[in-house]
């Protein structure tokens, strides 16, 4: 298993006040510094691109938290795979088991009401419990008709009507969308914020509820809801800083906001720092932001001297991540894989930070490291297409590699790699294949054998494990009757395979069967096998 706390290194130190600043030169293009350009105006005369912000937030005085010095995660989070907890919560509700899935949740909400570096737990968990199916739907109907009077179940379909909203909508541009797409976007919009509403009402202070009300209002373009959800959000539970931060990503450039307002409000999270420290260093966030744009702008060294004074400002999880992307692109994988683990170290929750680092490994020939990662990041958000075409291509990889070094490899490691290939990926046809060449390979023919039929029972058409098979068998003990045997039921379901013909039309001959063959050489030439023409001489 990946090991995902290591000591963090921070190289640059920079004031807790430093800010970046971005201009356009006399030759036209971008520039960044942490001093102002010399024409640059005072604050005051600033004026943010996004006219809709508001212009001054309220410093509330309640707080839905007691501060702690406590730092660890959640206790029900594993340190090595905080997977682990989502697929015992899913279980928990495929079972039906309502009661304990009520008795779970109630201990994390204590937990984060009692520690505030508690709430990535929370959000972690309603964020990539529930999948966005119609099963985990109805059980979550099933669910609140259970147990109304707690808010749990609301949120946890919250989530699920989130997740379907943005499957509605696509992942382009809002200016691109259809007009199917906006209708079904809105409707699961709706559906989601009744039910938050609901939980709002059965526990006021629940950050992720107001993570969800400020993305989905952004999303469907509800600033003035938005930024009302926030101002509640934060007046109910100043210390939070998940709900800045939801906040101020919604609100950059790239939604339509700027930096001057970034600034705002991380002037206002500053001023209940005494409630949480986090909130005093956002100005690590509105950096991030700086160096997410530089990202996309495909300026990587500068994005990662951006995320570097970020960092110094604050241990900030999203940096190392996206530090490591663009050290990544930049093809500096070893420094990539660096910056994911001092991320998984602050946040080990995040499957994209497994995915991007599963990238990384795989480019450095690690598979299984690679495969470890990915297969993290699966069981995080298992019903993400990307991670299961992906997760499927590293498996047989990572059985590929032992394939071709199949001679030098040795043999514990090769049967850890198979052990956990199996686990990640059961029942695949193609991974039995490639083992079956692997252990053919090291010269346990047993193995090979036993591969090769399980390969052949996960998908019965598959021809070249049959003709594997065919040749092993040939080659062992000539049972031409079991070769047969094994073609019978491939041509029941595929009569016109040339190549499977031809294949028969040589067991036949071996068996003295000339009649057998004749008749099966026939058919493979008058579909174009050639090849066969040597059994009709």
């Not at 709706?190 to 009300?213: R, W």
């Amino acid at each position: 298993m990946i090991r995902m706390f290591v000591a963090l290194c921070l190289v640059v130190a920079l004031p807790a006040t430093a800010q970046i600043y971005k201009w356009v030169d006399d030759s036209g293009r971008m520039q960044f510094s942490d001093k102002p350009p010399p024409e640059a105006k005072s604050r005051s005369e600033t004026t943010p691109t996004a006219q809709s912000k508001p212009k001054s937030l309220q410093v509330a005085t309640h707080s839905g938290y007691q501060s702690s010095t406590r730092s660890s995660v959640g206790a029900s989070m594993s340190d090595t795979d905080p997977s682990s907890t989502l697929v015992a919560l899913r279980s928990l509700l495929e079972r039906q088991q309502f009661d304990e899935l009520n008795l779970q949740l109630q201990r994390v909400s204590d937990n984060v009401k009692q520690d505030v570096t508690q709430e990535p737990v929370e959000a972690f968990i309603y964020t990539n419990f529930p999948i966005a199916s119609q099963r985990h739907l109805a059980l979550t109907n099933e669910w609140i008709s259970h147990s109304p009077q707690v808010y749990f179940p609301y949120l946890v379909r919250a989530h699920i009507y989130y997740a379907m909203a943005w499957n509605a909508r696509g992942g382009g541009y809002a200016s691109d969308m259809s007009e199917q797409a906006r209708t079904g976007m809105h409707k699961y919009v709706d559906l989601l914020k009744a039910d938050v509403k609901k939980a709002l009402l059965l526990d006021g202070y629940v950050a992720p509820a107001y993570m969800l009300l400020i993305t989905s209002n952004s999303m469907a373009a509800n600033d003035d809801e938005m930024h009302r959800y926030y101002k509640l959000g934060t007046t109910r539970i100043p210390a939070s800083y998940l709900i800045h931060s939801a906040y101020m990503f919604m609100n950059s450039p790239r939604w339509g906001g700027s930096y001057e307002y970034l600034e705002e409000v991380s002037t206002y999270a500053n001023e209940k720092a005494h409630l949480n420290p986090r909130l005093g260093q956002m100005s690590a966030d509105v950096l991030l932001q700086v160096g997410l744009d530089l990202n996309t702008a495909k300026e990587y060294e500068k994005a990662i001297d951006v995320f570097d004074q970020a960092i110094a400002i604050a241990p900030c999880a999203r940096c190392f991540k996206y530090k490591g992307d663009s050290l990544r692109k930049l093809e500096r994988y070893d420094e990539s894989i660096n910056a994911y683990h001092s991320a998984l170290a602050l946040n080990p929750y995040k499957a994209e930070t497994y995915y991007s680092m599963a990238w990384a490994y795989r480019n450095l020939d690690k598979y299984r490291e690679a495969l470890e990662a990915m297969n993290i990041a699966l069981n995080i958000s298992p019903a993400k297409k990307s991670y299961l075409e992906k997760t499927s291509k590293f498996t047989i990889s990572l059985a590929k590699y032992n394939a071709r070094n199949a001679t030098t490899v040795n043999r514990i490691s090769a049967d850890d790699d198979y052990a956990l290939t199996q686990k990640v990926s059961p029942r695949n046809s193609e991974l039995a294949y490639i083992w079956f060449l692997y252990f053919k390979a090291a010269g346990d023919l047993s193995s090979g054998f036993t591969e090769l039929e399980k390969a052949i029972a996960y998908n019965p058409d598959c021809f070249k494990c049959i003709k594997a098979l065919d040749n092993e068998i040939a080659r062992y003990n000539q049972d031409w009757p079991r070769i047969l045997e094994l073609w019978k039921p491939f041509l029941a379901r595929n009569p016109n395979h040339a190549e499977a013909l031809l294949e028969v039309a040589g067991t036949s001959y071996h068996m003295k069967d000339y009649a057998a063959m004749r008749s099966y050489a026939e058919r493979a030439v008058a579909l174009g096998n050639e090849d066969a023409l040597q059994f009709l001489k």
